[in-house]
């Protein structure tokens, strides 16, 4: 009998849509934290994931109603602490950001506003860059606002805790305008491993 070990869930392009599994809903956020990419970050962790990867290090974000409804109060305070000179950017994890492009959207559009790209946002996602550009809208103008992203599943059989910013060997970390102007994945050119 094979024990084949379980994977992740792999979505077909428009599959999963934020519009019909959000709730809008964030399970966390960490001001001023300095593992959730380059600098000092403000961290939003959005809640709901469909992909449930095995050894997910952060499986309660996984239900789409874990901890507290986005609020303007939250969003607001987050602009404040990104004001701080030292603060580098905005970082989206989950749960999973691009099926909570509704919180997500809103989030970074403001900080364009305010910031313009005076501060950067990164973001860590299960969707591939390719899946995300053959999918929804919301998640094509999602990526379009991201500087830096983290992509693919978790991979159990790949974990390795010596990779920069990432779990496993498979995710990669791709910066996104360079990316999309030259119509290819291009990696972050601050890779150390």
């Known amino acids: 009998m094979s024990h084949m070990k379980r994977q992740p869930n792999n979505p077909k ?3 999963w849509l934020a519009k019909d599994l959000s709730q809008q809903y964030i399970a966390d956020y960490k001001p001023f934290n300095f593992v959730d990419g380059e600098g000092i970050r ?3 962790y959005v809640s709901g994931c469909k992909f449930l990867c095995p050894g997910c290090y952060n499986v ?3 239900n789409f109603h874990y901890g507290q409804p986005y609020s303007q109060d939250l969003e607001d305070q987050i602009i404040e602490d990104m004001k701080k000179d030292y603060v580098q950017g905005l970082t989206l994890l989950g749960g999973e950001p691009f099926l909570n492009t509704q919180v997500c959207l809103r989030l970074c559009k403001r900080v364009r506003k ?7 946002i990164w973001s860590w996602s299960g969707y591939t860059y390719d899946e995300l550009l053959k999918d929804s809208y919301d998640k094509l103008k999602l990526l379009s606002m991201i500087d830096i992203l983290v992509d693919g599943r978790f991979m159990e059989d790949q ?4 990779l920069q910013f990432r779990g496993s060997a498979n995710q990669r970390i791709i910066d996104v305008p360079k990316s999309l102007q030259e119509n290819r994945v291009v990696i972050w050119d601050k890779l150390v491993h």
């Open 13 to 15: 392009p428009k599959e």
């Open 42 to 44: 403000c961290s939003i």
């Open 60 to 62: 309660a974000s996984q």
């Open 114 to 120: 305010e910031f313009g790209h005076t501060k950067d």
């Open 159 to 162: 974990k390795d805790l010596t």
